[in-house]
């Protein structure tokens, strides 16, 4: 059950330009949109062209194939990236954890794209895998608490989004190795949606809206490390794949309960984040206090500006939501414990956890 519910949500694969197996009408291609980065549709459908950009710096919910021609120095080689569920079935939250098909998927866009046969997968080298579980919690509102506990847990380099990206958290965000990212994926396809890059029902969007995602990915390092011991990726079974995402969640999530931070967990998270005093904290603590009793435009009416804006400043840095202050009660929530071990595999699953 484990296994049939993750998913590989993106995969980055090369493969050199001097492979004998590359056609001169790939290599025809290349040279006409040496460059440039080009991104096609499911259908194969070219969607935009642009100068090259760094593939892996690209988020796993971009939907379709992007390929580009990239050097390390040594070599040079023709690389392709996407997520496979998206190619596959044009949304990406619910997909596949066999590595194979994901690159069959992936090698099946990108010869539709070029209209030429490429070499099998066991010839290209892998550079990134995002392992993707997506967990249902009772409501909007739970994904949001474990986001905050989240933040709140050990951790290396852990992280709240920034001010474009405020429903995610991550760990060792700009390592080439492993890194990890937990998210709310509810907003993300609703903005998909509303941008027409992907086709959700209202059911669909609504059900993401309890979806907390928690995604690890492997590196451009940890695969070079992999070769060098001989490894073959593609050899990498669901069961492999699981380990891995159980190694690096484990410490972080099992035992997490979704509830509300108390005082001293939020002033002691404040102190830490904006480095500042704990009267200052507190401060804004009693601001958040007020909000809720008050309501937001009561507080905002008789503080100071500067203030008022300071201590949501304070709040935002670990987590707290435009809806946590908004609401004028602080509501009950039932602690629900996040167990890494039972992610939802399908739209149905997402159901019946409701």
């Known amino acids: 059950m484990i296994l049939r519910n993750l998913l590989i949500d993106w995969l980055t694969l090369r493969i050199p330009l001097t492979h004998s197996r590359l056609s001169k009408v790939v290599h025809d291609r ?9 991104h096609t549709d499911s259908n194969g459908e070219l969607v935009w062209s642009k100068h090259v950009l760094d593939i892996d710096k690209l988020r796993s919910d971009s939907v379709g194939l992007f390929w580009q021609v990239k050097g390390d120095g040594r070599e040079t080689y023709l690389v392709i990236g996407g997520s496979p569920a998206s190619l596959e079935h044009g949304i990406n939250v619910f997909g596949s954890l066999d590595i194979r098909h994901a690159a069959t998927v992936m090698i099946r866009a990108a010869m539709r794209e070029f209209h030429a046969v490429l070499p099998p997968l066991e010839q290209w080298q892998c550079q990134r895998i995002d392992i993707t579980g997506n967990y249902g919690l009772p409501d909007y509102e739970s994904v949001k608490s474990a ?12 992280k709240p989004g920034s001010k474009r990206d405020a429903d995610s958290v991550y760990w060792n965000a700009s390592s080439d190795l492993v890194k990890g990212k937990a998210y709310h994926k509810g907003p993300q396809l609703r903005k998909l949606a509303k941008e027409g890059k992907v086709k959700a029902s209202d059911h669909q969007l609504d059900a993401a809206d309890r979806l907390l ?6 590196g451009a390092r940890w695969f070079r490390r992999q070769r060098e011991a001989g490894g073959k990726w593609w050899q990498m079974t669901a069961f492999q794949l699981w380990e891995e995402y159980k190694a690096f969640f484990g410490k972080l999530v099992q035992g997490v309960e979704v509830k509300e931070m108390n005082r001293m967990e939020m002033v002691t998270k404040m102190m830490e984040v904006n480095r500042i005093t704990e009267g200052r904290a507190e401060a804004a603590f009693t601001t958040l206090r007020n909000i809720r ?7 905002k009416g008789y ?17 707290v939501t435009d809806a946590d202050m908004h609401t004028a009660k602080i509501l009950p929530i039932r602690p629900v414990k996040i167990v890494l071990a ?12 409701a």
């Open 213 to 218: 995602r928690l995604e690890c990915t492997k």
């Open 342 to 353: 039972q992610p939802v595999g399908s739209w149905d699953e997402l159901r019946r956890v």
């Open 293 to 299: 009793e008050d309501g937001f435009d009561v507080v």
């Open 30 to 38: 290349i040279r006409d949109c040496l460059g440039s980065l080009h």
């Open 303 to 319: 503080m100071t500006k500067r203030t008022f804006y300071l201590h949501l400043k304070h709040l935002r840095a670990i987590g």
């Open 147 to 158: 986001l905050r506990m989240l933040l709140l847990s050990d951790g290396s380099r852990r």
